[in-house]
């Protein structure tokens, strides 16, 4: 290949990584990962809190006539006390706030995070105008937050505080550190009916994996999970010896979802059986047929094994031919070539100071039209 006439750009390469047979991981099998790195339990999940609530003290800024601002605002004066007029039909005059401009109406959300919120714990708040034109020295009045469902009016919390305003973000978003005091316990619930449900990372599943999970699961014994007690209870002389010996069961409902029964010797205390089960190592299938691609840090990050067809890839006045006897061609162990690699190719276009977004096109057009023999995400 002529390298004279090829353009070499100014431009920074980004790294390029390939998973290598030299470190130390074998070609079929991916270890050093435990069962609690690729999936959580269902149960361990974030839970949302909102509410609507008013956001007052604002120089200006706020809703203005708004209705419904005028008749939030007109409730909450008359619920604190306050003297309201109300018309022939007993309905609040909101005519004596409806005008208000200082004062503005909200969405506010919290997050509850995956482990469960106590009474008295304190949450960060979110809060949205809804058509304020900025909330920036605003205060927000107390606020009851629901769940996520419109039909469960149960008040998990109480939202209040003075807002803030991120120099980075619009002025009709704001927050409060710690401004949400939970009035109820949310607790994570892990257990259903002797049984826990595995979710697998969407990273990591596919039908493999959970079968792999499933026969890993199944193969615990009460002696594998160290109970103190396994030992003895399980010596022939014990009638109780054959249950106590039975494996742990497990079923994988899909690529995504694997189902454990806790067995009968930790239902007084699962979370025990729990915390052995996502500590126990799993070996799953390699992932070097994997491409992952990071347009917006320029990241390419390639597995050894993509392989690619025997193409002539042409791009602006670059032109390189893969495999088929063109330029560079893989040679199998017995000296016979074999397919080329797509690291081959990001090799050859590295030497030539070829720019990342050049070879993301390349491997995206190569994907498109079928000549690249693996997984290729995008991040």
């Known amino acids: 290949m002529n390298n ?3 353009s070499r750009a100014p431009f920074f390469f980004a790294a390029i990584l390939w998973v290598a047979a030299s470190c130390g991981v074998s070609s079929s099998m991916a270890g050093g990962l435990k069962l609690g790195d690729l999936c959580r339990l269902k149960g361990q999940e974030t839970n949302t809190l909102q509410g609507l609530g008013l956001v007052v003290g604002l120089q ?8 419904p601002k005028g008749r939030a605002l007109a409730r909450m004066m008359q619920l604190m006390g306050g003297p309201m007029a ?4 007993g309905r609040l005059n909101i005519e004596d706030v409806g005008d208000a401009k200082n ?17 008295g714990d304190v949450l960060d708040v979110t809060i949205n105008a809804i058509s304020a034109k900025s909330l920036d020295g605003g205060y927000l009045m107390l606020t009851p937050m629901l769940g996520p469902r419109a039909d469960n009016p149960t008040v998990y919390g109480m939202a209040e505080g003075r807002v803030s305003v991120s120099a980075d973000a619009p002025p009709t978003s704001a927050s409060i550190q710690g401004g949400l ?11 259903e009916n002797d049984r826990i449900t595995l979710i697998i990372d969407r990273d990591f ?6 079968q792999r999970i499933e026969d890993e699961v199944n193969s615990l014994t009460s002696l594998t999970m160290g109970d103190r007690n396994a030992s003895r209870l399980s010596s022939p002389n014990h009638n109780a010896g054959a249950d106590l010996r039975e494996p742990a069961h497990a079923r994988a409902i899909d690529q995504l979802h694997v189902e454990v029964m806790v067995p009968p010797l930790y239902r007084d205390n699962p979370i025990k059986f729990i915390a052995f089960l996502l500590d126990i190592p799993i070996q799953l299938a390699n992932r070097s047929k994997r491409v992952v691609i990071n347009e917006a840090d320029g990241v390419v990050v390639i597995g ?13 006045n670059l032109r390189i031919e893969a495999g088929g006897g063109g330029q560079f061609v893989e040679v199998g162990p017995d000296g016979t070539p074999s397919a080329a690699k797509l690291k081959s190719l990001a090799d050859a276009l590295g030497a030539l100071d070829v720019p990342t977004e050049d070879l993301i096109a390349i491997i995206k057009t190569l994907k498109a039209k079928g000549d690249l023999y693996g997984e290729v995400i995008f991040r």
Not at 60 to 67: K, S
Not at 86 to 89: K, L, T, Y
Not at 108 to 114: D, E, K, L, Q, W
Request: aromatic fraction near 4%.
């Open 60 to 67: 200006g800024t706020g809703d203005g006539d708004a209705a």
């Open 103 to 119: 004062v503005a109406m909200v969405f506010v959300s919290a997050t509850i995070p995956t482990v469960g919120a106590q009474q």
């Open 304 to 316: 050894e094994d993509v392989e690619i067809a025997p193409v002539l890839v042409t791009h602006r």
């Open 86 to 89: 109300v018309d022939a039909a």
């Open 4 to 6: 004279q006439s090829i």
């Open 205 to 210: 599943a596919d039908f493999n994996t959970a």
């Open 181 to 191: 005091k939970m009035e109820t316990t949310v607790r994570a619930s892990y257990v």
